[in-house]
């Protein structure tokens, strides 16, 4: 009993170690919800600091091109690296199902060796048994009424589903950058526009100045110049700050971190298109051949046709082809008795009719699920039919509404200009008040305003149109909406 009690002893102190340190090697729930959870740096996940990003591929002396700039997020952006991986995979599960049209060799070699007593005569007589077996095991599905066709089929469609999503990821990808990029072109035309503003309310309150020093003026006309100076050097600010965040946003779109500096050509070294030469009809048409997610779509009907196949052929037998040949080396030793030994090549030959008589409904009910989801998918597809013509008709819309107000932003900014120039020309002259000339002077910062997002919402909604029409995947299209 005193043995017992030691050893009781014994083992109950390495089992106090491990509860007094259960606390600092298990997670630990928060222990209050008023304040955040305080955690250690043991407890944070090792991998938390491996997604760190190098921008080396963007060089910051180059003024990039839109293309350019497509061209390198589809090198490195990870949505695309994603979904090529998936891709591959998936093309390789459709190997797997191919595979099972052929037949499966598997080679087995063992070595046995048994030691036993034998009863013989009259005593027990040791015996010792060494067997070395060589197998080949071949197996092969002679037909199965569609089973295995039904998955590879699947298998197939599904590889196809995964190269459409593969488009569908370089399509958003290309999509991203170029919303950022005009962005950007919108930010830094506002920044343009901004300054120009600035200049001119600093020429008028100039000349302000100038006429209270000759008595021309009265001080609140100079505080009222001072103050729409005051006011454009604040929409500067907010156009800069603007400008960063576009930044940063086509700097995320490209895959890199966005502190990356990327310059880009001006907007006005773009040439902005006037009209299309393709009908909305002719998009909606072209959408419809080209949209990877509606083909994404069309190859799960696919997938839901092949599996029903697959399970209308779980009715029917399957017949099975399988030969063993085995060669056999077999040793035998025993006591008072000279050794044998003896080599033959034994195996068999199998022919398995397997077909399943009664399953409680299982085979019917997993067909009916079968022939739903077929159901589903093409609704799903024509739902996304629907969908992607209402996205084109849109696009087109809104890009010709953009066309007329870029025609009109035009004639706005030259009604505006001219307006501005008459009015501080007559306020020199003491025709014109101060109030005319703040006032022409606000139209027309509202017209350079008007001016810059005019142009970028017309390259914007023609990149809306290419991203729903699927124009956007196309490089020679890609390179023509420039």
């Known amino acids: 009993m005193s043995i017992c009690r030691q050893l009781s002893r014994y083992m109950a102190l390495p089992m106090l170690v491990l509860v007094s340190e259960r606390p600092a090697l298990t997670q630990q729930a928060p222990v209050s919800p008023e ?9 944070q996940p090792r991998d938390a600091g491996r997604f760190s990003k190098s921008p080396s591929f963007v060089d910051g002396e180059k003024t990039y091109s839109l293309v350019e700039l497509i061209d390198l997020a589809e090198a490195h952006n990870p949505e695309t690296r994603e979904a090529w991986e998936l891709a591959r995979g998936q093309v390789a599960a459709w190997g797997v199902a191919r595979s099972e049209l052929f037949p499966t060799l598997t080679a087995l070699a063992t070595s046995q060796t048994v030691r036993r007593e ?62 950022a990029y005009y962005n950007v072109l919108n930010a830094e035309g506002q920044e343009e526009a901004a300054r120009a503003s600035l200049d001119n309310s600093e020429a008028v309150q100039k000349a302000a100045e100038d006429r209270l020093k000759q008595g021309l003026a ?7 110049a001072r103050s729409a100076k005051a006011q454009e050097q604040f929409d500067l600010q907010t156009t800069l ?23 880009v050509e001006p907007i006005s070294a773009l040439q902005i298109p006037e009209s299309l030469s393709q ?24 997938i839901a046709n092949a599996k029903a196949k697959q399970a209308r052929a779980q009715f029917y037998p399957s017949l099975t082809f399988s030969a063993i040949p085995t060669l056999q080396s077999v040793f035998g030793f025993q006591q008072n008795y000279s050794a044998g030994h003896v080599t033959d090549l034994a195996g068999q030959l199998n ?31 024509e739902a996304s039919h629907d969908r992607i013509a209402n996205e084109v008709w849109m696009a087109y819309a809104n890009f010709e509404t953009a066309i007329g107000q870029r025609q009109a932003a035009t004639a706005f900014l030259e009604a505006a200009s001219a307006s501005y120039t008459a009015a501080i020309r007559s306020y020199n002259y003491g ?29 914007a909604t023609l990149s809306d149109l290419a991203y729903a029409a ?8 890609r390179r023509s909406h420039r």
């Open 279 to 302: 009908t909305v009809q002719q998009a909606i048409l072209r959408a419809f051949r080209q949209r990877p997610d509606l083909l994404t779509d069309l190859a799960d009907i696919q």
């Open 118 to 179: 034998v009863f013989f005569g009259s005593q027990f007589t040791p015996q010792t048994i060494e067997a070395i077996n060589a197998t080949l095991s071949l197996s092969y599905t002679v037909f199965d009424f569609g089973a295995r066709a039904g998955r590879i089929d699947a298998a197939k469609a599904q590889a196809l589903g995964r190269n459409f999503s593969f488009n569908d990821a370089h399509r958003r990808v290309i999509y991203s950058v170029e919303q």
């Open 470 to 477: 699927g124009d956007s995947i196309q490089p020679d299209a």
């Open 35 to 43: 304040h955040p959870w305080r955690y250690s740096a043991q407890q």
């Open 218 to 224: 009265t001080l609140p006309d100079v505080l009222e």
């Open 351 to 381: 022919l398995t009719l397997s077909w399943t008589a009664f399953d409680g409904g299982a085979r019917k009910n997993n067909l009916e699920e079968m022939k739903a989801y077929v159901r589903a998918a093409q609704a799903g597809a």
């Open 241 to 263: 700050g603007a400008q960063k965040v576009a930044h940063g946003n086509l700097a995320t779109a490209m895959g890199v971190p966005p502190t990356t500096e990327i310059h």
């Open 431 to 459: 025709v014109r008040t101060l109030l005319d000339v703040t006032n022409s002077q606000r139209v027309l910062a509202r017209a350079r305003l008007a001016d810059v997002i005019a142009r970028t919402q017309v390259l």
